[in-house]
């Protein structure tokens, strides 16, 4: 399986239906206009048997972190970090869930941003769970942030630990 920047003349986005409105309507409006603007990148799982059709996708980018919001001992360590990775979205289509998609699309996403992490250092990977969602990320290692309860971070070199 393998992950391919959005490509709207290529994947048919309005078929795509994961349950969560706000999911659907960013990956068929939105995420095309975001990467022209380079605010952010989708990528998407196509179903091999018909290349339009997405499985899921997940959006990467930066975000600022507040330092003071992470354990102290992460604070010390990264005093002068401003940003960390985020995944901005992740979702798999209603059809597809429940075989193990949401764990791959999770994995891909984890490993293009430790590869991003190697060239433009970075030491967290952030997400903000959508309702329900907190588990699943949790079950991979991450952790709340002590001021906001749905977004989750993981370190960096937790992630190359875990990995590779």
Known sequence: MNTLLLDKAKHDRTQFNCGIETLNNYLKVMASQQA????????VLED????SHIIGF???TMTPINLKALPDKLQKKHQS???G???ARLAVDQRYQGKGFGEWLLIDALRKLIAASDIVAFPVVIVDAKEGAKQFYQHYGFQSFEDTKHK???T???LRASLY
């Open 36 to 43: 022209k603007k380079d605010n952010t990148r989708t990528f």
């Open 48 to 51: 091999k048997n018909d290349n």
């Open 58 to 60: 997940y959006t990467l």
């Open 81 to 83: 970090s401003t940003s």
């Open 85 to 87: 990775g985020l995944i």
């Open 152 to 154: 989750l971070f993981i």
């Open 156 to 158: 960096v070199s937790d």
